[in-house]
């Protein structure tokens, strides 16, 4: 990969105080507000949201997400911003009636029906408020939309299979 030696964007950066975050990795953790992606041109911009969980995403919403474009397609965005649209995305993602009846015709059951059947069960999938899960906690409005990011990684699940145990146990006399 070539560098980009884009003295525009260097003085963006430069004038309002911006770090670069060079490891671009979605995090629904909240960040300094002053940390910006720096991608090279617009396909790489839109492939972050891609690889990030979004099926489609339109240019107007990139456009939202977007601080400026220099001269040589270089495009700043704060990191913070993309994360909290992805987050939102993952959150708020609905299949269609034919993707779900496809996933039912397998045998599955849907992201948004493994969150009923966690909250049914009064699960936390992730780990536990004071362990692994901690820093979830801080990061969601509520346990539901921490159960939705976080089944919205696959579009289908295994139901959850209870086995009864209805053995007697036998007293000695």
């Not at 041109?41 to 690889?51: D, G, R």
């Not at 700043?76 to 015709?105: P, R």
């Not at 004071?130 to 696959?154: P, Q, T, V």
């Amino acid at each position: 990969m070539k560098k980009n030696n884009d003295m525009q964007a260097k003085f963006f950066i430069w004038l309002l105080h911006l770090k670069e975050e060079k490891n671009k990795q979605y995090s629904f953790m909240p960040c300094d507000k002053n940390i910006i992606y720096k991608f090279n041109n617009y396909n790489e911009f839109k492939n972050y949201f891609l690889q990030n969980g979004f099926d489609n995403i339109s240019d107007n919403l990139l456009e939202l997400c977007r601080m400026i474009t220099t001269k040589k397609g270089t495009i700043i965005a704060l990191k913070g911003l993309c994360d909290y649209t992805i987050k939102k995305y993952k959150i708020n993602k609905e299949l269609t009636q034919k993707e779900i009846d496809d996933i039912h015709s397998r045998g599955k059951i849907t992201s948004i029906e493994k969150v009923e059947e966690w909250e049914r069960l009064g699960l936390c999938a992730p780990g536990d408020a004071i362990g692994s899960a901690s820093n979830r906690c801080c990061a969601f409005d509520d346990c539901h939309d921490c159960l939705k990011e976080y089944a919205s990684s696959r579009n289908e699940y295994d139901k959850t299979k209870f086995i009864s145990n209805n053995t007697k146990i036998l007293k000695k006399q």
